[in-house]
């Protein structure tokens, strides 16, 4: 690890990611439309959620802010998070946007977004997750590997 690059090297912040995923979906969708065929119960399965991905955000934002630590991928991380929602998760965050993403998916009733969520979750393991896991193993050491041992990347 290089001081002065204290931080995962990650080329982008992960929104991007999602963003595109979900424009590819719905570009999908105009050319090619695909529906879950659900008689109106995806709605609210939709609402509820995106009320759980909200709310796994916010627990993962959360301890951030106690610690006044940024939560980007860009800056430096002083300490692993073992509690709360990361007790469960070494990734809530990732996990409540992507369940967002369906929800979007489901109550827009576009399975292309679904669809691109594959993708997406392939291409965040690589791109992102295991660039921030590196790092948090070259920074942490035996820490780190305890918690990945205990907690799964995603739930």
């Known amino acids: 690890m290089n001081d002065q690059q204290d ?6 912040h992960p929104p991007v990611f999602y963003i595109i995923a979900m424009v590819i979906g719905l570009g999908l969708d ?6 879950f065929g659900l008689a109106g119960i995806e709605k609210i399965a939709a609402i ?10 916010v627990l993962g934002f959360r301890l951030f802010a106690s610690n006044k ?8 991380v002083s ?7 990361y007790a469960y998760s070494r990734n809530p965050i990732y ?24 993708p997406l979750i392939i ?4 791109a992102v997750i295991e660039k921030e896991e590196a790092y948090l193993e070259a920074k942490f050491g035996d820490e780190y590997l ?10």
Do not use: C, E
């Open 69 to 76: 630590q940024s939560p980007s991928v860009h800056a430096s």
């Open 7 to 12: 931080n995962a090297g990650i080329i982008t």
């Open 79 to 85: 300490k692993i998070y073992q509690s709360g929602i």
């Open 30 to 35: 105009y050319i090619f439309p695909l529906s």
């Open 146 to 155: 305890n918690y990945k041992n205990k907690v799964r990347r995603w739930i």
């Open 48 to 57: 509820v959620l995106f009320i759980l991905g909200s709310i796994i955000i």
């Open 123 to 126: 291409i965040l393991n690589r």
């Open 95 to 118: 996990l409540g946007v992507a369940i967002m993403m369906l929800a979007v998916g489901l109550y827009l009733d576009k399975l292309w977004i679904l669809i691109m969520m594959i």
